[in-house]
């Protein structure tokens, strides 16, 4: 199973970027997923999906900012951020696993990360 993350890059503050996560290999129905690290922080849940997209949930700091969505026929989760703050600052990565619990705690399979950047 590979997830790969991509759209990242720096945006100023007030602005937006959308992450796209495209999953392969052997999987069958999953949950997925981001996480983020910032610099000399703990990794932290971002938000999660349900496999069929009908649920979504998300950390406190994100919410009515953040949305993530998915396309089942492109196996791509997408993480639309708007009203970025410079402490969005992170690494951003994907993550998938059996259900959307345990994409919010412990997943099963993580992608490689992609920077986002807030300058203030």
């Known amino acids: 199973v590979q997830l790969q993350a991509s759209g990242g890059g720096l945006v100023q503050a007030g602005g937006s970027l959308r992450l796209s996560c495209a999953i392969s290999g052997r999987i069958s129905s999953y949950a997925m997923g981001w996480f983020r690290q910032a610099p000399g922080k703990e990794r932290e849940f971002v938000g999660a999906?349900?496999?069929?997209?009908?649920?979504?949930y998300y950390a406190d700091f994100v919410k009515g900012r953040f949305t993530i969505s998915r396309d089942i026929a492109k196996n791509t989760v997408y993480l639309q951020m708007n009203s970025l703050k410079p402490e969005d600052m992170a690494v951003y990565y994907c993550v998938a696993g059996d259900n959307s619990a345990v994409v919010r705690t412990t997943p099963h399979y993580w992608g490689r990360g992609t920077l986002v950047t807030v300058s203030s």
């Open positions: 999906i349900s496999w069929s997209g009908a649920n979504t």
